[in-house]
């Protein structure tokens, strides 16, 4: 399994912005989609998007462009953008790659919670 370690999370306010950190090998970026996904409290987790080995991004519609993921290989590091945070934006948010995903294996995760 890849390591991937996430960070970045925090309490924010609603229409606040915060960038979580996604860091991971050299090897996972070149070869895996990496991809993020949260879990609200009494929820499923849900995938929110994925950046492929091109550099291509791809969203869940709920993100309705406040979300944007980026890369920075020199720092083997995937980075999720969110603008104008929501109340239904509190969770864990989680990074994986497809093979984590099926294995079921997960890393702790970052927290955000989104409260006034």
């Known amino acids: 399994q890849e390591q991937l370690m996430e960070s970045g999370g925090g309490l924010v306010q609603p229409g606040g912005s915060l960038r979580l950190s996604c860091v991971t090998s050299k090897r996972a970026l070149e070869v895996y989609t990496l991809m993020w996904y949260r879990q609200a409290p009494g929820n499923e987790r849900e995938w929110v998007g994925s950046?492929?080995?091109?550099?291509?991004?791809g969203y869940a519609d709920f993100v309705k462009g406040r979300f944007a993921i980026s890369r920075d290989k020199d720092k083997n590091t995937v980075y999720l953008q969110i603008h104008n945070l929501e109340a239904e934006d509190t969770g864990v948010y989680y990074c994986?790659?497809?093979?984590?995903?099926?294995?079921?294996?997960w890393g702790q995760g970052t927290q955000v919670t989104v409260t006034s």
């Open positions: 950046i492929f080995t091109s550099g291509n991004t």
């Open positions: 994986n790659t497809p093979i984590g995903f099926a294995s079921d294996h």
